[in-house]
């Protein structure tokens, strides 16, 4: 699917490489779980409002899983959700504890009844993602930039983990943490703030991703660096939609989040450099500056490093013929790679902790190195900046190690 656009108004290019972090509502934009969402207010509103009418001899309108969903629950707390749509009937009703009954004449009540029919049908039926959101997902986390879910929702962990991929983020903001932490529901940014917040990251460099006008309003409130409006309406409305969502604050629409990624196949973890034990250094450097065309800005000790026009780097160490060598015998010791950003280096010094695999993160001169090992005991070196950003400009002794 292409991207939404306006007419006169072009769609921003977005990079999904220039921010350090990305929030995602789950509802509409992760899941499809709206539309069961939908189904399952409907069940609980039109049986409530049934045993309203007969009970005050009054017809009250059925709700409407399309308008009314959208205009009074979508993105907001179980309980506001509630508040809004009786409302718009002109129905109140006492506001009861979290231990009502599913029949209970009271909002907390009828919320439960409501969350009670959602869990039936996650349980029964599953729920399916959006492909093309779990693309973005997993090429943000491939490039080490962290991801959030925040939703409204008290059941975004059962959501996430009906759907297969729970293990896809870093910090969730779910509903228990809305009520917990007191946190104003959308359009007001403060469930947003907090995902930023749980993640270590400013605002101002990070995206968010939401399919609902109260969602996009919050992203705009709380001034994130970017905010991404996704319209999955396939109907003869869908551009208008789409005009709605940049109206409320949208900075670019998409019908398909996994049209970010197309632009965006470069990872920001990248070979850097290669460490390779020779016999004779002379000889090797003459061979790697004749076969790539390297410069050699460094020479120190039975050391020297070659520089590729593209700037990769050829760390080359002379053993001699007979020296002991730690893989046996002659040849390249450990890749070195690299990041574009600390919030990726820091990314990849969890992944490695979670592994097992962490040694120690140090810092030489500007650059700041994370080292771990992988199962074979073969050493993992990952650093910031990458030689691009700032070129290195001596020998790491560690090479000798």
Request: charged residues 25%; negative net charge.
């Amino acid at each position: 699917m292409n991207n939404e656009r306006v007419p006169g108004r072009e769609q921003p290019v977005v990079d999904i490489r220039a921010y350090d972090a990305w929030l995602f509502d789950l509802d509409g934009v992760l899941t499809k779980t709206a539309t069961v969402h939908a189904a399952a207010w409907k069940k609980a509103f039109d049986g409530f409002l049934q045993e309203e009418g007969t009970r005050c001899g009054k017809e009250f309108a059925p709700f409407d899983p399309g308008e009314d969903y959208q205009r009074y629950v979508d993105g907001e707390p179980r309980a506001d959700g509630v508040r809004n749509f009786l409302a718009s009937r002109d129905i109140t009703l006492p506001e009861g504890s979290d231990g009502d009954a599913a029949d209970a004449r009271t909002v907390t009540g009828l919320g439960n009844r409501k969350n009670e029919l959602l869990l039936q049908e996650l349980k029964t039926s599953g729920v399916d993602s959006y492909s093309g959101a779990v693309a973005l997902v997993k090429a943000l986390r491939s490039q080490g930039t962290p991801t959030a879910v925040v939703s409204a929702s008290e059941n975004t962990a059962e959501a996430l983990k009906a759907a297969g991929i729970a293990d896809l983020f870093d910090a969730r903001v779910d509903g228990h943490v809305v009520k917990e932490r007191d946190l104003a529901g959308k359009p007001a940014p403060d469930s947003y703030l907090e995902g930023a917040r749980l993640l270590g990251v400013d605002p101002a460099r990070t995206v968010v991703v939401e399919d609902a006008l109260a969602g996009v309003e919050a992203g705009r409130a709380g001034k994130f660096g970017l905010v991404v409006g996704v319209n999955h309406h396939d109907d003869a409305g869908g551009h208008d939609y789409a005009d709605q969502l940049r109206q409320h604050g949208a900075d670019a629409v998409f019908s398909d989040l996994a049209d970010l990624v197309a632009g965006s196949d470069t990872p920001r973890a990248k070979a850097a450099s290669s460490v390779i034990f020779v016999a004779e250094l002379e000889r090797s450097v003459s061979f790697y500056q004749r076969l790539f065309n390297c410069t050699v800005p460094v020479r120190q000790g039975n050391g020297a490093l070659l520089l590729t026009p593209d700037g990769f780097q050829l760390y080359l160490v002379a053993k001699g013929s007979h020296q002991e060598h730690p893989t046996g015998g002659i040849g390249e010791h450990h890749l070195m790679w690299s990041t574009d950003s600390p919030a990726a280096l820091a990314h990849f010094e969890r992944v490695l902790k979670d592994l097992g695999g962490y040694t120690y993160t140090h810092t030489d001169g500007e650059v700041v190195f994370v080292e771990g090992r992988d199962p074979d005991g073969i050493r993992v070196v990952i650093a910031h900046p990458s030689p691009e950003q700032q070129p290195r400009s001596v020998l790491d002794g560690r090479l000798y190690n």
